[in-house]
Nanobody, 123 residues
């Protein structure tokens, strides 16, 4: 059973950086694709980034390419999202998710979700 817990959110000024972590207490995360989504107030949850179980393949939303980097450490059952050059429009609740399916970009493809962590970027 995958049990995901996000951490690392907070308040940061525009141009700053944060690193989010997503740990699996069930210790099976290494068998799943790890994804990051975000949801801003009044908006639908959207795809941010994903990484294959082995870490060799990655995908990013166009809005974060070149600024965000997804990575994982399977020995620690943890997936990370390094966020640089943050903008006010990056403000959202960020969710970690896991899927065993081959499609990474859609909410409904993910089987397990964390509780979310708030990221607020001030201008």
């Amino acid at each position: 059973q995958v049990q995901l817990v996000e951490s690392g959110g907070g308040l940061v000024q525009a141009g700053g950086s944060l690193r989010l972590s997503c740990a699996d207490s069930g210790r099976t995360f290494s068998s799943y694709v790890g994804g990051w989504f975000r949801q801003a107030p009044g908006k639908e949850r959207e795809f941010v980034a994903a990484i294959s179980w082995g870490g060799n393949s990655k995908a990013y939303a166009d809005s974060v390419k070149g600024r965000f980097t997804v990575s994982r450490d399977n020995a620690k059952n943890t997936v990370y999202l390094q966020m640089n050059s943050l903008k006010p429009e990056d403000t959202a609740v960020y969710y970690c998710a896991a899927t065993s399916k081959p499609t990474w970009y859609y909410n409904h493809e993910y089987e397990y979700w964390g509780q979310g962590t708030q990221v607020t970027v001030s201008s």
